[in-house]
């Protein structure tokens, strides 16, 4: 059995649902899975760029992402770039000539559109089953939708709903929750009690003095342990270690790591962005949520998540305004993170990656 997995480095999310999906249909004997990046192995060093120019505008310049993400909102605005994109669907073809898949599954939109011209041209994609692993959650896109697709899973009901109304068809709808690694249904969560210091879990996503302050305040608070992750961010971590503001005893400082989802179920409360994956992962972990930074459009349907299922809160971005909140959560013997963690308890969904690769096994074979 084979299964072509396509993803696109911009922003972490697509990347993580692809990686966790593969992980989980490893497991099964006689699948052979490729995870494939068709800008990276087409256009290298343009797609460096283009990935900075996205993290640039959406960590520095949120109001150009916005205006980027309303015009991709817009019916006709992506499909009149696909005449650029000829070299991009003549990779995909020749990756799904080679491979030939039983099954492909995209966890990026423009994937859909290749291969809709790809099967339009009657090329070696017509007859392939074709899934998309939409990886924002509430607000979407309809960038994720309009290009079709055999089947789309979705992480949640409200997700599935905003597609119904966008003019999906319910019966390709399938709602199997967000695929974080299969380890983190094996992994224990926290208690919903608290025992000596809360221990609080930092991804910083903004400047470093700005990080450093917002460090800084929350070293203010009483029985209070922070893990921060720079991850990939380098100079911020360079900055952060030559800071002095890590003490090696209250504050942990990690660069990059694979050890995220151990780290949310040993935490007690995550703050950072509210992008996809992480979120996702939190909730998997069961670990409430602080969001520090919004990005415009699809991260502002997290926070509705976050906020409607009552397992977090967005704080505004300023360092005494976080702190604040991380003293008003854990107030009252911890009142207002107990009600998040037993909320978490409902719409914690570990084992979503394993259940994805069911489906698509089973899609497979029939």
């Known amino acids: 059995m084979r299964i072509l997995i396509l993803t696109a480095g911009f922003g972490e999310g697509h990347n993580t649902a692809a990686r966790c999906i593969g992980e989980a249909l490893r497991e099964h004997d006689g699948v052979d899975v490729r995870i494939v990046d068709v800008y990276v192995e087409t256009i290298p060093r343009f797609t460096k760029i283009l990935q900075a120019g996205y993290g640039l505008a959406i960590n520095k310049l949120p109001f150009l992402w916005s205006a980027i993400f309303n015009l991709l909102n817009k019916p006709g605005k992506l499909e009149a770039t696909l005449p650029f994109a000829a070299n991009l669907r003549e990779a995909l073809r020749r990756v799904v000539e080679e491979f030939q898949p039983n099954v492909i599954v995209s966890t990026y939109p423009l994937y859909a559109y290749l291969i809709r011209e790809l099967k339009n041209r009657g090329h070696a994609a017509s007859g392939v089953p074709f899934m998309t692993m939409v990886t924002d959650s509430t607000a979407i896109n309809t960038s994720w939708y309009r290009g079709g697709s055999d089947t789309f899973l979705v992480a949640d009901e ?149 906020e409607r299922h009552g397992i977090g809160r967005l704080a ?51």
Not at 320 to 329: D, G, K, L, Q
Not at 351 to 358: L, Q, T
Request: aromatic share 4%.
């Open 158 to 306: 409200e997700t599935a709903s905003a597609l119904r109304h966008g003019g999906v068809n319910p019966e390709t709808l399938q709602v199997l929750g967000f695929p974080v690694t299969p380890r983190l249904s094996t992994l224990t969560p926290l208690d919903a009690v608290i025992h000596g210091a809360k221990r609080i879990l930092y991804l910083p996503s903004s400047r470093a003095a700005h990080t450093i302050a917002i460090i800084r305040k929350l070293q203010e608070l009483p029985e209070v342990e922070i893990t921060i992750v720079t991850g990939r961010l380098k100079a911020l971590h360079e900055t952060l270690a030559a800071s002095g503001v890590v003490d090696g005893v209250r504050t942990q400082l990690v660069g990059w790591t694979d050890q995220v989802p151990e780290l949310l179920c040993s935490h007690h409360l995550f703050i950072g962005k509210a992008g996809g994956a992480i979120v996702q992962e939190a909730m998997a972990a069961q670990c409430p949520i602080l969001v520090s930074h919004v990005v415009p459009g699809q991260e502002e349907g997290n926070i509705e998540m976050i």
């Open 316 to 366: 505004a971005h300023y360092p005494e305004t976080i702190a604040a909140s991380v003293e008003e959560i854990f107030a009252a013997d911890g009142a207002t993170w107990k009600r998040w963690k037993q909320n978490l308890r409902a719409v914690s969904k570990p084992g979503a990656s394993r259940a994805i690769a069911d489906y698509i096994l089973r899609s497979a074979a029939r």
